[in-house]
């Protein structure tokens, strides 16, 4: 079946602008994940969803980011007022539940903060 | 929080030669430890995964084995081959209780020279 899914896969913004990152996660699966990667470095915990519920968002590094699910479909990362330091992989990532353990990830969405 | 150290950040090998890769974690709550590898510019994908009522794991040539009183975990790879050249990343996670986040270490990029 199709994997987990991301778009766009590269974007380039100016300083300062918003951006939406889109996640469409595996049909039937609960549980949805964003980490962050910075060049060279490991994964960052950001937030996750159970449902549309996001019950921990205690990896979002600051109040410029925030986060959505539709249901138990799509999840959107929005980062506002965009900055140097935000550009980075988003990668996001889904689990049939939160107690199945196994999380697919997706292909990332590069993006590059002019 | 949990933390994650992984050891080594570089490993270099012989084609047949093994790679063992280290990682220590701090919450002794942990329970669900995978591992992940990540070619260049594409998604991590799961290799092999351990939870906290088990020692050691085996899938071909690769085993993880889990020291709970140590908090340490290692990823064990036989016979190695040029395709396993990539970037692996452990993680823990406290699963159910924290939705299954996975902390992750900084990453162990592995080169077998042929």
């Known amino acids: 079946g199709a994997g987990v899914s991301q778009s766009p896969s590269n974007k380039v913004t100016e300083k300062g602008k918003d951006v939406e990152l889109r996640c469409d996660p595996i049909?039937?699966?609960?549980?949805l994940y964003w980490y962050r990667q910075r060049l060279g470095q490991g994964l960052e915990f950001l937030i996750y969803f159970q449902g549309n519920s996001a019950p921990d968002k205690s990896g979002l590094p600051s109040d410029r980011f925030s986060a959505e699910r539709t249901g138990e479909s799509v999840s959107t990362l929005t980062i506002q007022r965009t900055q140097q330091e935000d550009s980075a992989v988003y990668l996001c990532a889904s689990s049939k539940r939160l107690a199945d353990y196994e999380q697919y990830f997706g292909p990332g969405t590069r993006l590059t903060v002019t | 929080g949990e933390n994650v150290e992984q050891h080594p950040s570089t490993l270099s090998v012989q084609e047949g030669d093994s790679a063992v890769i280290k990682c220590t974690y701090s919450d002794s709550a942990s329970n669900y430890f995978p591992w992940y590898k990540q070619e260049l510019g594409k998604r991590p994908q799961l290799i092999i995964d351990?939870?906290?009522?088990?020692g050691e794991k085996k899938d071909q040539r690769i085993a993880v084995t889990l020291n709970k009183t140590a908090k340490h975990f290692s990823l064990h790879i036989t016979e190695t081959q040029p395709e396993d050249s990539a970037v692996y990343f452990c993680a823990a996670s406290l699963s159910y209780n924290q939705g299954g986040k996975l902390i992750f270490g900084q990453g162990t990029e592995l080169s077998v020279k042929p």
């Open positions: 351990i939870r906290s009522n088990v």
């Open positions: 049909s039937g699966h609960t549980a």
